[in-house]
């Protein structure tokens, strides 16, 4: 278990552009796949994107965001990023990131053993 705070978040027009930061506890959060998920008011969690250990290999969710959103990662600050371009309001949701530091199926939640509190995130039109 990682101890996991989520900032950056807040309220842009459309179009808009927010960084949204994921800080650990652990020195050793390069062990850790992370991943960040979002959820609408009234819809289920969806995966957004997600990034290795070693911040080789990134995933996103579908054309949606790729292209918009680029997640990275800082492990000698034990952070990663979500930036996110030209937003639009359908990308209004509370914001999670989560680690493990299992191998799998990255867009399944039920994979992710620690995750933050969250961010609002809104985007009006």
């Known amino acids: 278990q990682v101890e996991l705070v989520e900032s950056g978040g807040g309220s842009v027009q459309r179009g808009g552009s927010l960084r949204l930061s994921c800080a650990a506890s652990t020195r050793s959060f390069s062990n850790y796949n992370v991943g960040w998920f979002r959820q609408a008011p009234g819809k289920e969690r969806e995966f957004v994107a997600a990034i290795s250990r070693s911040g080789e290999n990134t995933y996103y969710v579908d054309d949606s965001v790729k292209g918009r959103f680029t997640i990275s990662r800082d492990n000698a600050l034990n952070t990663v990023y979500l930036q996110m371009n030209s937003l639009k309001p359908e990308d209004t949701a509370i914001y999670y990131c989560?680690?493990?530091?299992?191998?799998?199926?990255?867009?399944?939640?039920?994979?992710?053993?620690?995750w933050g509190q969250g961010t609002q995130v809104t985007v009006s039109s």
């Open positions: 989560a680690a493990t530091q299992l191998t799998g199926a990255f867009s399944d939640y039920r994979l992710f053993t620690s």
